[in-house]
Every structure is written in structure tokens, then in C-alpha cells.
């Protein structure tokens, strides 16, 4: 669409220069060329051409054939990704952590080495948002299910006052999970940097995402992209506050990931492999 709006930008103005006004393409014609995925050819054809420059319907045409355009593309980008991996999410039973059993037994045929919890924010005080609680609880579920014999609990913990792996850990070892079982993954400055360091740093091949679903489909696309295994299940257990502004967030973050997975960026830090396999004591730091 950019190729024909540009060619018909120059043919239009080539039949300007020649007199030959019968055979002049529409504006209308033009313009819609533009919205219909041609915008930068059109914006391309005006400056080469210097055809239409001086009309206000295109001064004002062609930038918001732009904008549209862009808007387009972003939505159907996240839309891509959501398409792609939307048959890997599993749910949870709402208002509560438990698993179906069904579920459970399709996930345990998978052998996953161990489930992601994705961190979020955390009070002042150290205690869990409601969204990072209900993360733990289903990724707890799992464990205690058999489904995963380890945790890999990943997030934020860039600056000494502000600390997600701490309260994460605290909470899943108060409702009985093993310290020999949880792995802590303090560096997940973002859902990118924890997939890629799921495999890069604790060699994870094979594992259960645990998130809400707007986050999992992010997630997956990553682990997917990257090669690693992995199904996900969401941990929708309630409303939360703000989740329209996440959910809007959430397309433009799954833009950027994509392109970075593309690109297999690496994460702010790297450091020595700690197998999800192995002894868990390398990751307390």
C-alpha cells in the first residue's frame, strides 16, 4: 500500500505538469490510499513529487492517515502476539487457588522443572498486592499439586528499599514451601529480562508461567520465542484496581518484547548459570 499510495502520488503529479486534468487521480482516491496502511507513501510521495504540499485537506490528511496507521499497527501486533500463544494459558478456578484436577494431570504429563512467578509491586510495609498474592498462591498450588518440584520466583530488587524477591520469598516459605525448592531470580527487572534469564541463567528448558492472563500472553510469547517450553496459568482470582490502564499498557509492552525477543536483547545483568536443577543455595544472593 505505501509502493502504490507513492506511485500514485507521482503519477497524479505527473498528469498535473502535462495539462492533462481528465486524467487526474482523485484526491479523495489519494487520501484514502493513505488510511488504508499507505500513509508513509503518501507523506513520502508529497515531499519527493512536491505535489499537494500546500492543500490543507493533505497537510492535514496525511498526518492523520498516519496516525491511524500506527495505531493499526500496534493493536494488531499485540494482537499477534495474544493469537499466537492464546491456547498455552490454563486457568484457575476464580476466587480461590484451587487447580482443577484436570488441569493438574495434563500438566504434570508435561514434567516442567519448575514454575516462574512473575513478581509485581509490593506495599511499603513488604507485604504482597493483592495481584502478587494471588500469583504466589497459584504458583504454591502448583507445588503442592506435584505439578513443579521447584519455584523460580523472579522480580524486581534493583535498590536496597524496594525488594519483591524478599517479600515473595518470605510469603511462599510462611505457607510451607520448601527453602531447598524456591529459586530467587532478583535481577527480573522486567517480564523480558525474567523469561531470557529463566533460560540463560538458571537453564530452564521446561516450565509453567504463572501470571495474570492480560501478563501471560507477554510471557509465553517470549519463553516461546526464546525456546523454552512452557504453558501458562493465569491467576485471575479476583478484579483488580486499575486493569484498563494495564490492559492499554499491556499492548505496547507486548510491541516492545516482541521486538526484543526478535532481537534476543540481553537482559541488564548476566552472571554464572545457576541450574534450576541443581543446588539452590547460589540464588539467595
Same mark, same amino acid.
Given at each position: ?58 497537510? *492535514?490528511?496525511?498526518?492523520? !492517515? ?9 493493536? $494488531?501486533? @499485540?494482537? /499477534?502476539? %495474544? ?98 525448592? *524456591?529459586?530467587?531470580?532478583? !535481577? ?9 534469564? $529463566?533460560? @540463560?541463567? /538458571?537453564? %530452564? ?81
Amino acid at each position: 500500500m505505501n509502493v502504490l499510495s507513492f506511485c500514485l502520488m507521482g503519477i497524479d503529479k505527473r498528469r498535473a505538469v502535462k495539462g492533462k486534468s481528465d486524467r487526474r487521480i482523485p484526491e479523495r482516491v489519494l487520501l484514502w490510499s493513505g488510511f488504508l496502511m499507505g500513509s508513509f507513501g503518501l507523506l513520502l510521495g508529497a515531499l519527493i513529487w512536491h505535489h499537494k504540499t500546500k492543500k490543507i485537506k493533505f497537510r *492535514i490528511g496525511i498526518p492523520a !492517515a498516519i496516525l491511524v496507521n500506527v495505531l493499526v499497527m500496534v493493536f $494488531a501486533l @499485540s494482537a /499477534f502476539v %495474544v493469537w499466537d500463544v492464546k491456547d498455552d494459558v490454563r486457568y484457575t478456578c476464580v476466587d480461590d487457588a484451587t487447580l482443577d484436577q484436570t488441569v493438574v494431570d495434563e500438566l504434570k504429563a508435561g514434567n516442567y522443572q519448575c514454575a516462574l512467578v512473575l513478581g509485581c509491586a509490593v506495599y511499603s510495609d513488604g507485604e504482597p498486592t493483592p495481584m502478587l498474592r494471588d500469583r504466589l498462591d497459584v504458583g504454591i498450588a502448583l507445588y503442592k499439586a506435584g505439578v513443579v518440584p521447584k519455584l523460580l520466583l523472579s522480580g524486581d530488587h534493583g535498590q536496597d528499599e524496594y525488594n519483591e524477591i524478599s517479600t515473595m520469598y518470605e510469603y511462599c516459605i510462611s505457607q510451607g514451601v520448601a527453602d531447598a525448592d *524456591i529459586f530467587l531470580d532478583h !535481577a527480573g527487572f522486567s517480564t523480558y529480562e525474567s523469561v531470557y534469564r $529463566a533460560q @540463560s541463567i /538458571f537453564q %530452564v528448558e521446561r516450565m509453567v508461567v504463572v501470571t495474570q492472563t492480560y501478563h501471560e500472553y507477554r510471557a509465553l510469547y517470549i519463553a516461546r520465542v526464546l525456546g523454552i517450553d512452557s504453558v501458562g496459568v493465569a491467576s485471575d482470582q479476583k478484579s483488580y484496581f486499575g486493569a484498563s490502564y494495564r490492559e492499554f499498557r499491556e499492548v505496547l509492552a507486548r510491541d516492545k518484547d516482541y521486538f526484543k525477543s526478535l532481537l534476543r536483547l540481553p537482559p541488564t545483568y548476566g552472571g554464572n548459570a545457576i541450574p534450576i536443577t541443581g543446588p539452590v543455595y547460589a540464588s539467595r544472593g
